[in-house]
Every structure is written in structure tokens, then in C-alpha cells.
């Protein structure tokens, strides 16, 4: 029960630092609440997640990417709109010199991939597994943190499992436990939260014209909607909705909600001819203050909730388990090797601050900007968007944005694989 690497959540982001810690040998914790294939599951749930085209290479570099890829939807256009208005803005895969502007994957199937990878890799509980560097984490699920002490080199956790409360040591400690993290609070790491009194409702919605793989953002009076593309010619809806207003949306029938989105939406894709199960998810904009404790850093959710509107925040997350992944990577060869080192946490916060001030003030902008009824703010971003479609760099930009290129480039994201030792 004594771990160099404790991850706190095996959600989308806890599984990928899972998986990318894997082949370095080193003895690594997975504490999850849910089985991932459990209904109850909350991050691998029914929802889709639009992935970069920096993601799908550090999941190609995971080697996750081929179990996920019949499932993937490529998106080669995006399209923003605002209701009643004029403006719009398109950016194309094939201007930017793409493939696709990224993919659309179902959580389920991520959650899948990345928990087949997880469990025990035969080859590692042999000799000749271990001799090779090959050691499967360690699985605990379902199981879940009760209580953290951080002493001076390392932290003791309890475990409470269906059998029992059950006490380990781990080095360094992940908080990967999402928004509400148990682990970030008992370490005494403030958050700010703002509620954006709005509520994601997500479904499908299969309409009449297949969407050409294109993803429609549209900015309406009551919040903004999206559409993206699904391989079977469904799309995924996200539509965001005042806290009353989704109370209403959730009771209409589906010809009325149909008729509402036909509305809102237009006849782009021509008639919305069916809608899935509808699913309500509250939004807000958390921040921890800090991405790291003593002995802990803090990734994914837990260390920032962002409104989904641009579609960052696993894309952000997986950028923090590359980075994270590829600190310990360079140290674990060393003679006297401390993952949870205050020199590896200070490493980890500096080469996340950039990346991760970018994208929240960039999704927190979008919202502010959209949300403001005020004629001349609504000019003004007809204007944007206008000045937007005819300004190539802009939108190399955004792409830019979306793949993370703040500053230092992690190597998963760049296609290089992570070794013992390598720097
Ligand atoms: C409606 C919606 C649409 C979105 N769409 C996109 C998108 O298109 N693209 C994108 O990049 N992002 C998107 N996101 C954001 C994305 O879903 C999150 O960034 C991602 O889920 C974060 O993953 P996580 O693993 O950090 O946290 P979570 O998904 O919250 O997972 C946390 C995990 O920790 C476990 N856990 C919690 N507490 C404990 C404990 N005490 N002990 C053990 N385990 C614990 C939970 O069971 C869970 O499995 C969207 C979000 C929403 C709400």
C-alpha cells in the first residue's frame, strides 16, 4: 500500500494520467467511486466530448486512440452564428491545412479505452513483465478518498471499499476527483466558483440533411446552442438554457422540443426529425487557486470547470496529465526519484499557468460577450464575427487555442511517446 502515485478519480482525465504513467514502471494508485461502465457513472456518462486535434494525438500517443476511432465523428467545419443576426463565422479544416478540426467521441467509448488499458496488463505481474519496466496500476474501484494528511515526504490517504476502510502512502497524490474535489479542500486549496445560472441540456437530435461533419455554434437570446456531428448522421445538441427556462424544456414533449429548437435553430440542417433522452447539467466556472499542494497536484475538473461552450475543458485537462505525466517521466530515473517533489509541483504549476489562464478567459469571455442583450454590444459582435470570417489569422488563432499552443508543447502532444528517464 505504498505508491509513488496516488490518482484521486478515474474520470476522463484521472484514467488518461493513469494510462500515460503506465509504461514507466512505477507503482501507481487509481482510487475511483463509479465503474466506469456503472449508469451512475458521472464523467463517463452519455454525453459526447469534441476532442482537439492536440488530444487525439496525445490519445494516439496513449495508444487509446485506435479503440476510440470507429466511434469518432470527424468535425472538418465550424460554423458560429448569432440568432436574428446577420454575422456568422466559419473556420474549415481544409483552410487551415487539417484533416478535421477535431473529433467527436462518446464518453462511454472513451471511458472503455481507457479502462481496458488500465486493467492489469497480464505481462506486468511477471518477472520478465517487471524487468521490462512494465507495471499495471493498481486498481481500487469502487472506492473512495475519506481523508488526506500530507506529511513531509508523502501523504497518507484512507480508502473506504465496499470491504472496509483501508489506509495507503503515496509520494504524490493527484486530485483528479472533478469540480466538488475532496481532495483539494482537505488540503486546504481555495476555489472560486461563479454560477452561470445556465443549464446544459444535452441530447441527439437526428435531422433531416446529414451535417457534412460540420459543428454549428449559435448564439441565441436564451443561451447558446451547439450542434455537432455524429458519425450515424445524429447530431449531439448542447443546449443552454436560464435555470427556469430548462425546467420547462425538460417537460416539453419532443414535438414541441423539436419545434423550440427548429426555432432557435433555424433550417440549416432542415427538419429536426427526433430527439434522444434529455439529460440537465447546471454550469458554472470553477478555478482552484492553485494547481498544486504539498505532495498534490491538481488536474482536470479539479483544478477548473469550464462552461462547455467551447468545448475545452477535457481538452485543457488532458493537456494537464500530458504535462504532469512527462515531469515525472524525466525524473523517474533518477537515484533518489520523488514524484512528489516540491521541484516537480513547481515545474507542473508554472508550465500550466499560461495555457490555463488562456482558455478560461477565453470560454468565460465568449459567455460574457454572448450573453449581453445590449444593442450596441450586439452589433458589435456581428461585427466580430463578420471581421472574423474575413480574418484568416484570427482564425488561425482560435485553431491555435485549440490545440493548446500557449507555450511549451508536451511530447504526448507532439506524437513522442514517454520513457524512464528520457528529458
Ligand atoms: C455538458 C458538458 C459538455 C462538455 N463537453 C465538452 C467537450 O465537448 N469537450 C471538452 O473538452 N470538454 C467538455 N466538457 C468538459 C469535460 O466533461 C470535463 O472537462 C471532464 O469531464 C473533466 O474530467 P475529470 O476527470 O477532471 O472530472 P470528472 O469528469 O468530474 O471526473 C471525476 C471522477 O472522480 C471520481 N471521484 C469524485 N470524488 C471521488 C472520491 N472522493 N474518491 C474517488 N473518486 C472520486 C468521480 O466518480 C469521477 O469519475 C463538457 C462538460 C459538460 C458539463
Same mark, same amino acid.
Given at each position: 500500500?505504498?505508491?509513488?502515485?496516488?490518482?484521486?478519480?478515474?474520470?476522463?482525465?484521472?484514467?488518461?494520467?493513469?494510462?500515460?504513467?503506465?509504461?514507466?514502471?512505477?507503482?501507481?494508485?487509481?482510487?475511483?467511486?463509479?465503474?466506469?461502465?456503472?449508469?451512475?457513472?458521472?464523467?463517463?456518462?452519455?454525453?459526447?466530448?469534441?476532442?482537439?486535434?492536440?488530444?487525439?494525438?496525445?490519445?494516439?500517443?496513449?495508444?487509446?486512440?485506435?479503440?476510440?476511432?470507429?466511434?469518432?465523428?470527424?468535425?472538418?467545419?465550424?460554423?458560429?452564428?448569432?440568432?436574428?443576426?446577420?454575422?456568422?463565422?466559419?473556420?474549415?479544416?481544409?483552410?487551415?491545412?487539417?484533416?478535421?478540426?477535431?473529433?467527436?467521441?462518446?464518453?462511454?467509448?472513451?471511458?472503455?479505452?481507457?479502462?481496458?488499458?488500465?486493467?492489469?496488463?497480464?505481462?506486468?505481474?511477471?518477472?520478465?513483465?517487471?524487468?521490462?519496466?512494465?507495471?499495471?496500476?493498481?486498481?481500487?474501484?469502487?472506492?473512495?478518498?475519506?481523508?488526506?494528511?500530507?506529511?513531509?515526504?508523502?501523504?497518507?490517504?484512507?480508502?473506504?471499499?465496499?470491504?472496509?476502510?483501508?489506509?495507503?502512502?503515496?509520494?504524490?497524490?493527484?486530485?483528479?476527483?472533478?469540480?466538488?474535489?475532496?481532495?483539494?479542500?482537505?488540503?486546504?486549496?481555495?476555489?472560486?466558483?461563479?454560477?452561470?445560472?445556465?443549464?446544459?441540456?444535452?441530447?441527439?437530435?437526428?435531422?433531416?440533411?446529414?451535417?457534412?461533419?460540420?459543428?454549428?455554434?449559435?448564439?441565441?437570446?436564451?443561451?447558446?446552442?451547439?450542434?455537432?456531428?455524429?458519425?450515424?448522421?445524429?447530431?449531439?445538441?448542447?443546449?443552454?438554457?436560464?435555470?427556469?427556462?430548462?425546467?420547462?424544456?425538460?417537460?416539453?414533449?419532443?414535438?414541441?422540443?423539436?419545434?423550440?429548437?427548429?426555432?432557435?435553430?433555424?433550417?440549416?440542417?432542415?427538419?429536426?426529425?427526433?430527439?434522444?433522452?434529455?439529460?440537465?447539467?447546471?454550469?458554472?466556472?470553477?478555478?482552484?487557486?492553485?494547481?498544486?499542494?504539498?505532495?498534490?497536484?491538481?488536474?482536470?475538473?479539479?483544478?477548473?470547470?469550464?462552461?462547455?461552450?467551447?468545448?475545452?475543458?477535457?481538452?485543457?485537462?488532458?493537456?494537464?496529465?500530458?504535462?504532469?505525466?512527462?515531469?515525472?517521466?524525466?525524473?523517474?530515473?533518477?537515484?533518489?526519484? #520523488?514524484?512528489?517533489? @516540491?521541484?516537480?509541483?513547481?515545474?507542473?504549476?508554472?508550465? /500550466? !499557468?499560461?495555457?490555463? &489562464? $488562456?482558455?478560461? =478567459?477565453?470560454? #468565460?469571455?465568449?459567455? @460574457?460577450?454572448?450573453?449581453?442583450?445590449?444593442?450596441?454590444? /450586439? !452589433?458589435?459582435?456581428? &461585427? $466580430?464575427?463578420? =471581421?472574423?470570417?474575413?480574418?484568416?489569422?484570427?482564425?488561425?488563432?482560435?485553431?491555435?487555442?485549440?490545440?493548446?499552443?500557449?507555450?511549451?508543447?508536451?511530447?504526448? =502532444?507532439?506524437?513522442?511517446?514517454?520513457?524512464?528517464?528520457?528529458?
Amino acid at each position: 500500500m505504498n505508491y509513488d502515485v496516488a490518482i484521486i478519480g478515474g474520470g476522463m482525465v484521472g484514467a488518461s494520467l493513469g494510462v500515460a504513467l503506465a509504461p514507466l514502471g512505477i507503482r501507481v494508485a487509481i482510487i475511483e467511486a463509479v465503474a466506469h461502465d456503472s449508469a451512475l457513472q458521472p464523467s463517463f456518462d452519455e454525453r459526447t466530448t469534441a476532442l482537439s486535434n492536440g488530444s487525439r494525438r496525445i490519445l494516439e500517443s496513449l495508444g487509446t486512440w485506435p479503440q476510440v476511432a470507429a466511434a469518432a465523428s470527424a468535425i472538418r467545419k465550424i460554423h458560429v452564428s448569432d440568432q436574428g443576426r446577420f454575422g456568422f463565422a466559419r473556420i474549415e479544416a481544409a483552410e487551415q491545412g487539417l484533416e478535421a478540426l477535431g473529433y467527436v467521441v462518446p464518453n462511454r467509448a472513451l471511458g472503455a479505452a481507457l479502462w481496458s488499458q488500465l486493467h492489469a496488463d497480464p505481462r506486468a505481474s511477471t518477472l520478465a513483465g517487471a524487468a521490462a519496466g512494465l507495471a499495471a496500476p493498481r486498481l481500487f474501484c469502487p472506492a473512495h478518498v475519506t481523508a488526506v494528511a500530507a506529511q513531509a515526504d508523502q501523504v497518507v490517504l484512507q480508502i473506504h471499499t465496499p470491504d472496509g476502510s483501508t489506509e495507503m502512502t503515496s509520494k504524490l497524490i493527484v486530485a483528479a476527483d472533478g469540480i466538488n474535489s475532496v481532495v483539494r479542500s482537505a488540503l486546504g486549496v481555495a476555489a472560486t466558483f461563479r454560477d452561470y445560472h445556465q443549464t446544459a441540456l444535452i441530447t441527439t437530435v437526428l435531422p433531416k440533411n446529414f451535417h457534412e461533419h460540420v459543428a454549428f455554434e449559435r448564439f441565441t437570446e436564451d443561451g447558446p446552442l451547439a450542434l455537432l456531428p455524429l458519425n450515424d448522421g445524429r447530431c449531439t445538441l448542447v443546449l443552454t438554457l436560464g435555470s427556469e427556462a430548462v425546467v420547462t424544456a425538460m417537460a416539453w414533449s419532443d414535438q414541441q422540443f423539436l419545434a423550440e429548437l427548429q426555432r432557435r435553430f433555424g433550417f440549416r440542417l432542415g427538419r429536426f426529425l427526433k430527439v434522444g433522452r434529455r439529460v440537465a447539467y447546471p454550469l458554472s466556472l470553477s478555478r482552484a487557486q492553485h494547481t498544486s499542494a504539498p505532495r498534490c497536484a491538481i488536474i482536470g475538473n479539479a483544478a477548473q470547470g469550464l462552461h462547455p461552450v467551447a468545448g475545452m475543458g477535457f481538452n485543457l485537462g488532458l493537456r494537464d496529465v500530458a504535462s504532469l505525466a512527462e515531469l515525472i517521466a524525466d525524473r523517474c530515473g533518477r537515484m533518489r526519484f #520523488d514524484p512528489g517533489s @516540491r521541484d516537480l509541483l513547481d515545474a507542473y504549476d508554472a508550465w /500550466r !499557468t499560461k495555457d490555463r &489562464a $488562456g482558455v478560461i =478567459a477565453f470560454t #468565460d469571455g465568449l459567455i @460574457r460577450l454572448f450573453s449581453n442583450p445590449l444593442g450596441s454590444v /450586439r !452589433t458589435l459582435r456581428n &461585427a $466580430g464575427l463578420l =471581421a472574423f470570417d474575413l480574418l484568416p489569422p484570427a482564425k488561425a488563432a482560435l485553431s491555435r487555442l485549440s490545440v493548446g499552443a500557449s507555450g511549451r508543447v508536451p511530447k504526448l =502532444a507532439r506524437g513522442v511517446p514517454l520513457t524512464r528517464g528520457a528529458s
